[in-house]
């Protein structure tokens, strides 16, 4: 082997360490203690990496508007628990559980996501998932 193939291996593990150890556990910003469930008009479905969001506005029992917001898995998760781009559209009620922030703001780590008929989209997403 030459002295640049020998030089280049470490100088490519040094760069691809940040990137390894800049994804994060959903533990660090969501209370796995407290569950929270809404319902509302979806704003915007996200199905984007590194994970797909979810805008949405409820409706208060005094007429306000909270716009709530929950973060999901990445799309090729997404996809292997049935869901797809399509399966949330924007003015579409929806009901979703989940876990709160940690800083208490209408953010959740969503677990489930039911349509207005009640039925449930894709499969539920658990604690350990990343």
């Known amino acids: ?58 409706t208060e029992a005094d007429g306000s508007v909270t716009h709530w917001r929950a973060e ?5 998760i997404l996809q292997r628990r049935g869901w797809s781009r399509s399966s949330l559209r924007p003015g579409q009620t929806v009901r979703m559980e989940g876990w709160l922030s940690r800083d208490g703001k209408p953010y959740m780590r969503l677990r489930r996501a039911f349509d207005a008929n009640g039925n449930q989209i894709g499969q539920a997403f658990g604690t350990g998932d990343t």
Do not use: C, Q, Y
């Not at 940040?18 to 479905?45: C, I, L, R, Y």
């Not at 999901?72 to 090729?76: I, L």
């Open 72 to 76: 999901t898995n990445a799309p090729v």
């Open 1 to 58: 082997m030459k002295f640049r193939t020998l030089w280049a291996i470490p100088a490519l593990v040094m760069l691809a360490a940040p990137a390894a150890m800049a994804h994060h556990s959903f533990a660090v910003f969501f209370d796995e203690t407290k569950e929270v469930s809404v319902e509302g008009k979806v704003v915007a479905f996200r199905f984007t990496n590194p994970h797909a969001t979810i805008a949405l506005d409820v």
